[in-house]
């Protein structure tokens, strides 16, 4: 079993920045993938990046640019930095693992609400 925790989301203007971070417990060294994906209100989840273990990473062509997903083996950690936001940003965000780099695996936090708005 592996356990993520999500935390860093909240409330940004437009063209602010925010960073997200997912804690991973449990038996991590199974994982091959990691990612982000959100879902805003009435939408289906969608991928937003993800990131394997030999540093290779994916992106929602929508964030491009924008958005870097990276990941600390070490402290058994992922992160998002999110910039250049937009209102469309808006969304509940949730790591995953177990996947790849273009589905998502079986694990899933609980998610950490992104808002951006003026």
């Known amino acids: 079993q592996v356990r993520l925790v999500e935390s860093g989301g909240g409330l940004v203007q437009p063209g602010g920045s925010l960073k997200l971070s997912c804690a991973a417990s449990?038996?991590?060294?199974?994982?091959?993938?990691m990612g982000w994906y959100r879902q805003a209100p009435g939408m289906q989840r969608e991928l937003v990046a993800t990131?394997?273990?030999?540093?290779?990473?994916n992106y929602a062509d929508s964030v491009k640019g924008r958005f870097t997903i990276s990941r600390d083996a070490a402290k058994n950690m992922m992160y998002l930095q999110m910039n250049s936001l937009k209102p469309e940003d808006t969304a509940v965000y949730y790591c995953?693992?177990?996947?790849?780099?273009?589905?998502?695996?079986?694990?899933w936090g609980q998610g950490t609400q992104v808002t951006v708005s003026s």
């Open positions: 995953n693992a177990g996947g790849f780099l273009q589905t998502p695996g079986d694990y």
């Open positions: 990131i394997n273990n030999g540093g290779g990473t």
């Open positions: 449990g038996s991590i060294f199974r994982i091959y993938a």
